[in-house]
C-alpha cells in the first residue's frame, strides 16, 4: 500500500501545487498557488484520496455529507460511495424558480453533517457555509480539509468549537517536495516567510530586450517584426478600424513611418477590392517598412479554419505577415496557418472575460509549443518564447463605456513586460493622426527602455 508522501507525489504530478509568484483574491501575492480540481479528473486518486479522508473521521458521528461547492463536490460525492454516508449538495446561490432551495437532497433536521472542503485558507467562506447548512435544521461538527494553507482558518473554526481535520499542512507538502528536490532551499524560505505573516519580496524577473528575443524567437516574422522594432525604435502597432479603403490608405500614409506594423480587420471594409485594397496597401506596406497583422481571431475547427485564411473574397493568406486566432480548438487546429506567423488570443481586454487563469495557461501551453505560433495577445505575462502583443492601450486610462479596459504603455511595459502595444481609437480618431502616432511611438518606445 502506497504510503501517504507517494500519494501526494502522484497528486503533486497533476499540477494541483505551482510555485512562483501569484496574486490572491485577496490581492496578496503569494509564492503558491492551490488548485485542487485536477483531481477529480483522475478517478484513482480520486477514489484514493476518499479513503485517506475517511481514515481520519468517526464516521458513526456522521448521518450527511456535503462538499463546499465547487471543488470538493467530487471529493464528496467520492467519500459517499466509499462510506454509504448520504450525501447532500450546496448550492453556491439558491435557484429562483423550483424549490428555491440552497441544500439539495434528502435530509432531516437534526442530523450531524460532515462538510469536506479541498483547501482552508481563512476559514471565513467555511463559516458562511456552515451557518447556510445549519439554517436548514442541520448540524454540522466537523470538517474535513484536503490541505491547510496555514494561514488561520483552520485555529479560527476550532475557536468556533469545530473539529477541523487536515490531511496535509502546505509546511508538510513543501516538505516531501523539499525532499524530492522539487523546491529549493530559497523558495521554502520565501514560503515559510509568507506563512509567518511577513511581506515576501519576490525577485524581479528582468525583462528581455528586442536584441535578447531575437536570440530566442526563432520564427520567421518573430524576426522581421524585432528586426523593424529596433530599426525604427518603434513597437506601435495602429488598429485600422476603418470602414472604407479609402479611410484605411490614408491612415496608413499617416501612420505608417511610425509602426512596425498595421492591424486589419479586413471584412469590416465595406468596398473591399483585392486590387484597389490589398495592392496598395502592400505598397504602402512595403514603402514604410511594417508588417501586416490580421485581426481575424480564426475560432473554428481546422479544416474551417484553413478555407477562411485562404479562400473567399479576402483570401488572407495571399496578403497577410501574421494573424490572430484563438486556441480554443486545440493544437491541430493552427496547422493551417502556413507561411505566416500566428498570433494567439490568450486573453482578452474586455470586462467579464471568460479567460481565466486555467484557459490562459493551457493556451500558452499550446502557443509555446506549435510552430506556427511566436505571440500572443494577452493582458498577463506570457512565457519569454513568445512576444507579447497588449491591446487596449491608450495614454489616458480609462475604459470606454463598453467593456473595453485600456492600460497605459508605462503599465504594460514595467507590469506585463510587454513587447508591442496595439492603439485603436487613441490614434485614428485623434483630431492630427500623424501626430498622434508619432506620440504613441515615443511613448511606447520609452516605456519599454525604462522597463529594461
Keep these: 500500500m502506497e504510503t501517504k508522501k ?16 501569484f496574486t490572491l483574491k485577496s490581492g496578496i501575492e503569494s509564492p503558491f498557488y ?38 470538493a463536490l467530487p471529493m464528496a460525492t467520492a467519500m459517499s460511495l466509499e462510506s454509504y454516508i448520504p450525501l447532500i449538495i450546496k448550492r453556491k446561490e439558491a435557484k429562483d424558480y423550483g424549490t428555491k432551495r440552497l441544500i439539495e437532497g434528502i435530509f432531516t433536521k437534526g442530523q450531524n453533517c460532515l462538510l469536506v472542503e479541498d483547501v482552508i485558507t481563512s476559514g471565513k467562506s467555511l463559516l458562511e457555509t456552515i451557518d447556510e447548512v445549519e439554517n436548514e435544521g442541520i448540524d454540522v461538527s466537523d470538517i474535513v480539509v484536503v490541505l491547510d494553507r496555514q494561514q488561520g482558518g483552520k485555529q479560527l473554526l476550532e475557536s468556533r468549537g469545530y473539529n477541523v481535520h ?58 522581421k517584426l524585432l528586426k523593424i522594432a529596433v530599426e525604427k525604435r518603434s513597437n506601435l502597432i495602429v488598429s485600422a478600424d476603418v470602414t472604407t479603403t479609402k479611410e484605411l490608405l490614408d491612415l496608413v500614409e499617416k501612420v505608417g513611418p511610425h509602426i512596425v506594423a498595421l492591424k486589419t480587420h479586413i471584412d469590416i471594409i465595406s468596398d473591399f477590392d483585392a486590387d484597389n485594397t490589398i495592392l496598395p496597401l502592400k505598397d504602402l506596406a512595403s514603402k514604410y517598412n511594417f508588417l501586416l497583422m490580421e485581426d481575424r481571431k480564426f475560432a473554428d475547427i481546422g479544416n474551417t479554419q484553413e478555407l477562411q485564411f485562404s479562400m473567399g473574397v479576402f483570401k488572407i493568406s495571399n496578403w497577410a505577415d501574421f494573424v490572430t486566432a484563438q486556441v480554443i480548438a486545440g ?35 499550446i502557443a509555446v509549443s506549435h510552430p506556427n505560433v511566436f505571440g500572443g495577445v494577452s493582458q498577463n505575462r506570457i512565457p ?69
Design 331 to 365: 493544437y491541430d487546429s493552427l496547422d493551417c496557418f502556413r507561411n505566416v506567423g500566428v498570433v494567439a488570443i490568450l486573453s482578452m481586454s474586455s470586462t467579464g472575460t471568460l479567460t481565466d487563469l486555467q484557459y490562459r495557461e493551457q493556451a500558452a501551453n
Design 166 to 223: 487536515t490531511l496535509f499542512t502546505i509546511s508538510e507538502v513543501c516538505k516531501m517536495l523539499q525532499e524530492e528536490g522539487h523546491l529549493t532551499d530559497d523558495e521554502i524560505e520565501r514560503i515559510q516567510d509568507f506563512l509567518n505573516g511577513n511581506n515576501v519580496k519576490f525577485e524581479e524577473k528582468k525583462r528581455l530586450s528586442y536584441e535578447d528575443k531575437l536570440e530566442i524567437c526563432d520564427h520567421s516574422v518573430a524576426q
Design 384 to 452: 519569454d518564447e513568445l512576444l507579447l502583443f497588449t491591446p487596449g492601450v491608450n495614454l489616458a486610462d480609462s475604459g470606454d463605456g463598453k467593456g473595453q479596459q485600456y492600460n497605459t504603455p508605462e503599465h504594460v511595459f514595467n507590469k506585463l513586460q510587454t513587447d508591442f502595444i496595439i492603439v485603436g481609437r487613441g490614434i485614428y480618431k485623434s483630431d492630427d493622426v500623424e501626430k498622434a502616432a508619432l506620440n504613441y511611438k515615443i511613448a511606447g518606445w520609452n516605456a519599454y527602455e525604462k522597463s529594461l
Design 34 to 71: 492551490v488548485d485542487l480540481r485536477p483531481l477529480a479528473s483522475d478517478p484513482k486518486i480520486l477514489k484514493s484520496l476518499a479513503n485517506y479522508l475517511l481514515e481520519m473521521l468517526p464516521l458513526d458521528n456522521f448521518d450527511l455529507i456535503c462538499g463546499v461547492p465547487y471543488a
Design 6 to 21: 507517494e500519494f501526494f507525489l502522484e497528486c503533486y504530478k497533476l499540477g494541483i501545487i505551482k510555485f512562483g509568484r
